[in-house]
């Protein structure tokens, strides 16, 4: 299926790389990875090929290009059936080698973005609560400043890749919200050990097809130094407008990409599916919505990279977030919503493991309500970007 109009040499060169390697991965490797498989020779050609720092500097081991080459990467193996894909950079690269690129110390730097983007470190980021969910200010985690090091209590929920990850970002409250001059103050990021005994986690079950696993964690008077502190203290909710618009713009490619290999699919499947006199593709019911998912998933695209565009050309941030919201809610509606027109248009073999397009619908449905939800977004926009008061 066409879906790239105009693309410089330097984009051509990304996408054919990333068809060569995603050609090696059927659907039967990632339904091996959904299922709790390593996609390590996966991760490696990801490495070797360079795109585990696509939007890293080239000092620290990257290719020195922008989010913008990022999203690119992920649309594009996602549009060629690598299912997840998006989660695993979200995860490791952008929880891990972005965050700390943008507000980490020298020595964070140094020390760990080389291994992120070699492939030979994992990452997760706990911020999710039980307590909190979208309210992330009213974060019950502490952490007490004790003589120069900080011990921290409280729990997280909904955090992913735990079990392997080397090292885990972790926000914590070092003033508690009452006394903190604006609710969004007072938060910090460290970087703690989640393989640590005073970490302790449980694994959810959950009903999606997922290359992470998600966990629930009890800290437990962990203690983190002042050196893991990563950027400035008290400040962390700041910051993680680095993370969670990088997030967004990775998630919301992921849902494009899929979006663009289902409705591919369907297409296949409806030029070549005869019922009555020639094939189904012929009837305007099923080429209407497909013509209009396409049409969306352009559209959503194009918000995407603009959001990437300005958080590669150092726009503020609160605006990168204003165009990253409308970006996030038109891509993970789009993504879906050509997922459930390509289920539809496989009739009953839509449900059938074999097509993976009811895997790809699931895994849409989850970028309409993780990272940020739709309501959210909408949240946002009204508030922020239409100046109009706040609902909640
Ligand atoms: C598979 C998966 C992986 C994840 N991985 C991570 C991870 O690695 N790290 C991490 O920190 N988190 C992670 N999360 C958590 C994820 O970011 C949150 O689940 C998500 O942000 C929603 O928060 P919540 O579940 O607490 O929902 P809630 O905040 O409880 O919201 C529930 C519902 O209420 C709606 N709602 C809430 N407030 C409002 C309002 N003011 N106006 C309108 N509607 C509202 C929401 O839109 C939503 O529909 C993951 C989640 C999933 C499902």
Request: aromatic share 8%; net charge negative.
């Amino acid at each position: 299926m066409k879906f790239n109009f105009v693309e410089s040499d330097e984009h051509k060169m990304i996408r054919e790389t990333v068809e060569q390697i995603a050609d090696d991965y059927e659907d039967e490797y990632w339904q091996e990875v959904e299922q709790g498989a390593e996609p390590t020779e996966f991760w490696n050609d990801c490495a070797d090929a360079g795109f585990l720092g696509t939007a890293i500097d080239e000092e620290y081991g990257g290719e020195g290009m922008g989010l913008e080459e990022f999203a690119m990467v992920t649309e594009e193996f996602s549009a060629n059936g690598c299912l997840g894909v998006e989660m695993l950079f979200v995860v490791n690269v952008v929880f891990g080698a972005v965050t700390l690129q943008a507000n980490g110390s020298e020595e964070q730097k140094e020390e760990y973005i080389p291994g992120i983007v070699d492939g030979d470190l994992n990452w997760a980021m706990a911020l999710t609560e039980p307590n909190a969910g979208h309210n992330a200010p009213e974060m019950e985690t502490i952490a007490e400043e004790d003589d120069g090091e900080y011990v921290i209590n409280g729990s997280k929920q909904w955090i992913s890749g735990v079990e392997k990850a080397d090292k885990m970002l972790l926000a914590a409250r070092t003033t508690p919200v009452e006394e903190a001059s604006k609710r969004t103050m007072g938060v910090t990021l460290f970087l703690v050990d989640p393989q640590d005994s005073n970490i302790e986690r449980r694994e959810l079950d959950v009903g999606i097809p997922t290359p992470e696993k998600q966990f629930e964690l009890s800290i437990d008077n962990y203690v983190a130094q002042e050196e893991d502190i990563v950027g400035t203290k008290g400040m962390g909710i700041y910051h993680l407008f680095d993370t969670l618009n990088p997030e967004r713009l990775i998630g919301s490619s992921g849902a494009i990409g899929i979006g663009r290999c289902a409705l591919d699919r369907a297409i296949d499947y409806a030029n070549n599916r005869e019922v009555f006199d020639g094939p189904i593709g012929q009837y305007q019911g099923l080429q209407h919505p497909i013509a209009e998912a396409y049409s969306e998933l352009h559209g959503s695209r194009e918000l995407v990279r603009k959001a990437a565009r300005m958080q590669d050309e150092d726009y503020d941030p609160r605006e990168v977030a204003e165009v990253s919201n409308m970006a996030k809610l038109r891509a993970s509606e789009a993504g879906h919503e050509a997922c459930d027109v390509a289920l539809q248009t496989h009739g009953g073999n839509g449900f059938s493991r074999e097509y993976a397009v009811i895997e790809m619908w699931k895994g849409t449905r989850l970028a309409k309500t993780a990272p940020g939800s739709s309501e959210m977004m909408k949240n946002f926009i009204a508030e922020h970007t239409l100046d109009m008061p706040r609902s909640y």
